[in-house]
Every structure is written in C-alpha cells, then in structure tokens.
C-alpha cells in the first residue's frame, strides 16, 4: 500500500524520481518496524508498571487489613485462654450477686475494648452458665440456638476461628464476624464473638489499595461480593465481567479467606499506549518531513549533474555526432558514467563510419565486378587478336603470356561468381604468379602442398590469392634469386588451413599490427589481405580467420583457417549476407 501511495505520487519518471522513491521506502519502513517495536515495548513497560503498582498496593492493604484483623484474633486468643475466665465462667452464682458483679467488672476490665454505645461490644461472651446476669460482654445463649456453631471441631477446640461468610449487621453497621470456642477441658463452657467494624477494611481498601482508573473488591470463599469500589463509570451489578480478558487483575487471600482483588481496564492501559504512540507519530511526521527533504537533496545531489548532462544531449542531437564537443570533469562516478556514456557514442560513431565504408567498399566491389562482366567476350577476343597475332610474327613469349593471361580471367571472371572451387583458385594463383614471372622477369618459385581430399571443396574467389599478390609486391619485391612462394593446404576437423609462406624480406612489428588491426591499407590495387580478413569474418565466423607471423629479413608466414563447405551451403551463406546487408542498406 505505501508502494503504491508513493509511486502515485513518484512516478518512474525519471532516474531522480525513483532515487528518490527508493531512498523514502527505505528509510520509512524501518522506521515503522521500530515504531511498532516501540509501541509494544511501550506498551508492555507500562503493562507492568500497572501491575507493579497494583501488587504493591494490594501487599500493602492486605498486610494492613490483616494486621487489623490479626489485631482482634490475638485479643480473642486472650479472652479464651484465660483461666479466670474459663473458672468462672461456668461457675454457679446461685444468689450469689457480690461475686457476679465482680466477675463482670474483671471482665470488663479484661477486654477493656473502646466501643460505640450503639452495641454492647466488639467481644460477646456466650456462657451456657445461666446464673449469670448478661451484661456488656456477655449473653446467655442456649447452643442449640446457634446454628452457626454446629461445627463439632468449633466446640471442642481451643484454636478453631469459624468466620461468618457474609457481613453482619448490628445496628445498621457491618461486621466482619469469627466466632471462637472457650474450652476448658475438651469442654466447651461457652463461645467468644468477635465483630470486627467493617469500615476499617474499607478504609484500608479505598484509601491504601484503590488504584488510578481502576477498582478493588472483595469476596468470600463463595464468590460473594463483598465491597466494591472503583474509581471509573462501572455499575456494580456486572462484577461479572471482571475478567483477565478486559483486565489486568491481581487478587491475593486475606486471613479470614476472603480475596482481595485489585483490577484496572486493559483498554486504560491502552489509552496511555497510545499517548506514547501519538508521540511516536508526532516524531514519525517530523521525521517523514526531514527525510523528504533530504532524500530530495540527495537524489538531486546523485543524479543532477547526471541529468543534466542527458537533457544537453537531448537539446542537441550534434553532440552524438561530435563527442568530441562533449566535455567532462571529476572523477566521481557519476563523471564516470558520462565518460562511459561518451566513449559509447564514440564507438558507435566508429562503427556507423566503419558501417558506411563497408557498404561503399561493397559498392564499389559491385560496380567494379559488374563493369567485368560488361563485356568478358570483349577481352577474350582481344586477347585472342593479340595471341593470334603473335602466333604469326613467331613470338612465342607473347604467346605464353597471352595464354597465362587468357586462363588467370577466365577464372577471375568466371561468368560472374564469386564461389570457385578450391582446384579452381589455385589455378588462377598459379597463372598470376606466372604472369609476375613475365612482368617482373624474376623466376617466382611457386610450390604446392596441398592435399587432394580439400580440391573439392568451394571457397570465396580470390580469398588466397590477395595474400600471394601481397608477398610478390612486398615480400619478394627486389629478390632476384630464389624467390619463394609456399603454399600448403589440408584438413583440420571441420576445417581447412592454408599456409603461405615466403622467403622475402618480412614485415615490422608496427606494419604486421597494422595489417591486423585493419589499419593498414595496401598501395596498389586488388582486393588487399585486409579485405579477405572482414570476408572471413563474415562468411565463416570468428573461430576463422588469419594469422600472420613475420620476421624482418626471413620472410613472412600466413596462416588461413576457413570452414569446409560446399559449393551449396557457400551459396546459402552468400545469399543470407546479402539479404542481411540489404536491410541494414534500407
């Protein structure tokens, strides 16, 4: 979705544009990774604050409330222990006044308890002892009457604490109510009731233990509710819905089993969250701004000098013509690629000249080979003129030339074609050295090597024989004795290699790399080793070609690698270049 937002506003329009693009989705998503990160660290941090905070203030209000109440079951542990109490307690008065109101005053003075007049009490004595006169302290009471204190344990023991599950209430106040057994003997002589004000709970609860934006209840062992105070908009009738779902509770036993429960809504916890996360946000949009701003600055820092350098070639075309009007400083890469983006258009310049020149040369190729073949007729009959005439002044030199002369265009010509078989461009080599024997008077030794097995096979005309014109020009030219042309030839694999070699006076370095580079063009006329170089390429592909090794002064030694074809497949080749070249030409 951010992808998309972005692009509708960033389109990949320009380089600029997607810097740009990339360097705010890179930055923004991290971005909210953390944020999210934060967030839940936040909110978990603040998840146990909470807790921390409501687990201290339920510790303290328990230990408050049971303090309270320990406070009263230690008094109570008082009152049933003691022996003056247990002695006469059961002890019968009989009309005996003077004792009983001694007794009572000693008991008085024994709880000794500060008490509201509005009951008799915190401390009821129960005494089966019926001459006794009830007074503040104490109530005659049948057991039986006590449903509460059916509990055989409760009767018999010195130790037990029987709490009233529910509250009492004594003169429109609440109680919390235990009950205890006087024992003397294994012998219950009466039961101790305790009844603790239950406001000083509350107190402890509202004050010490009542969370912010939360609530504190509590219940007996049997899920009644007991107090409930809260300090959010809640109805106290749904205490139900107190769950760990929506809450974070926590809950602790007091002594007399009732649970304290400490509770705050999960969605205040969130409310704060969310304060930080506003805040989050806040920077987030701060943030957002300044890296618009300098992923702007950058990507136009990056790619301005890059871009305007291809708007100034896009206003004008001529540059790509003259890449020399092309300036460019600095080393840094986006120099770099103007300086790459120069030399392309250099080479390509260099290859649309070289382009133009190839189909010139090939123009001029056509033109020359169609003004051979105007009239082949023309020559062979002049030549025949000359020949006849030569045969009748008995100049028989002229006549071998004649003759030489005849066969070397026969082939050279052929009606026109430029496949020949390999027999045939021999043939024609053989009777142009022999014509340089008669033109230069030098005794040319041409020998060859050749293997029957590749006569057969087809070859470009004039393929070999540019390289043995160029070794009589150049090599052999000014040797007069033991001038030597070798010529071998046979089969590798699917290929065939000619070796011509001569004995003459070689090239230098500077020329030999000229000739291979295609720099070097030859002073005289003919098709020239380099133009049988680009027709190899062409026709037979990059794994043939030429190779030439020369030493100045020993003489020179070229190696010709072409495919093993026949005359059809020469055919189809030919026949597909020219289809090439005729597009390229449109």
């Known amino acids: 979705m951010l992808k998309k937002l ?58 408050l409330i049971n303090e309270t109440l320990l406070k009263y079951i230690e008094k109570s542990s008082y009152i049933i222990t003691n022996q003056y109490l247990i002695g006469n307690i059961q002890k ?43 007074g503040k302290f104490i109530e005659i009471t049948d057991l039986n009457n006590m449903k509460e204190m059916t509990d055989d344990d409760l009767k018999v023991s010195a130790t037990g604490i029987f709490w009233e599950p529910k509250l009492t209430t004594k003169v429109d106040q609440q109680y919390v109510t235990f009950y205890r057994n006087i024992v003397d003997f294994k012998t219950s002589v009466g039961i101790l009731e305790v009844n603790i004000p239950y406001s000083k709970i509350k107190s ?42 929506d809450y974070l509770i926590i809950s602790d036993t007091l002594k007399n089993g009732n649970l304290l429960t400490i509770a705050i809504p999960k969605h205040e916890i969130f409310k704060r969250s969310l304060r930080t996360l506003g805040l989050i946000l806040a920077f987030f949009l701060l943030y957002l701004i300044v890296m618009l701003l300098a992923s702007r600055m ?92 030569a045969l009748w002044n008995k100049d028989h030199k002229t006549v071998e030339i004649i003759d030489a002369l005849t066969k070397y265009y026969r082939t050279a010509l052929s009606k026109g074609n430029s496949i020949i078989s390999i027999a045939a461009e021999l043939e024609m080599i053989e009777e142009y050295v022999r014509i340089n024997r008669y033109a ?52 590798e694999d699917a290929d065939i290699i000619f070796e011509i070699r001569d004995n003459g006076r070689g090239m230098n370095p500077e020329t030999l790399r000229d000739i291979m580079n295609l720099n070097y063009t030859a002073s005289y006329g003919g098709f020239g080793i380099k133009n049988s170089i680009k027709r190899i390429q062409v026709y037979y592909g990059s794994h043939c070609g030429i190779r030439i090794e020369s030493k100045w002064g020993v003489g020179t030694a070229v190696t010709v690698r072409i495919e093993a074809l026949g005359e059809r497949e020469l055919n189809e080749r030919r026949e597909s270049r020219s289809s090439i070249q005729s597009a390229e030409f449109i």
């Open 6 to 63: 972005i692009h509708f506003f960033l389109p990949n329009s320009t380089l600029k544009n997607r810097i740009f693009k990339n360097l705010i989705i890179f930055t923004i998503i991290p971005f909210i990774l953390i944020s999210i990160f934060v967030f839940r660290y936040t909110n978990q941090k603040i998840t146990k604050e909470y807790s921390d905070n409501m687990t201290e203030k339920l510790n303290i209000s328990r230990s």
């Open 92 to 134: 019968d008065y009989g009309n005996d006044l003077e004792q009983m109101i001694y007794f009572i005053d000693n008991v008085n003075a024994m709880i000794s308890e500060p008490f509201s007049d509005r009951i008799k009490s915190p401390y009821i004595i129960h005494s089966y002892n019926k001459s006794l006169l009830e």
């Open 204 to 245: 402890v609860m509202d004050d010490t233990g009542m969370p912010e934006q939360g609530l504190i209840l509590s219940t007996n062992e049997d899920g009644d509710l007991m107090h409930f105070n809260s300090s959010i908009d809640m109805n106290m009738t749904n205490i139900g819905s107190i769950t760990s779902h």
């Open 298 to 389: 950058t990507a136009q820092k990056i790619t301005g000098d890059l871009e305007d350098f291809v708007n100034k070639i896009k206003r004008n075309d001529s540059l790509l013509l003259h890449e020399e009007l092309i300036q460019i400083k600095g080393n840094d890469e986006v120099s770099i690629i103007k300086r790459k983006l120069k030399e392309l258009v250099s080479r390509m310049n260099e290859i649309y000249k070289e382009m133009v020149s190839v189909r010139l040369e090939n123009s001029s190729l056509e033109i020359e080979l169609l003004q051979s073949r105007i009239n082949p007729h023309l020559l062979y009959n002049s030549l025949s003129v000359i020949n006849w005439t």
């Open 440 to 491: 230069h008077s030098i005794d040319y030794q041409l020998v060859f090597d050749v293997d029957d097995d590749i006569l057969g096979y087809f070859t470009l005309k004039h393929l070999i024989q540019p390289i043995v014109e160029n070794s009589i020009l150049h090599g052999l030219n000014g040797k007069r004795e033991e001038a030597r042309i070798t010529i071998a030839g046979y089969r």
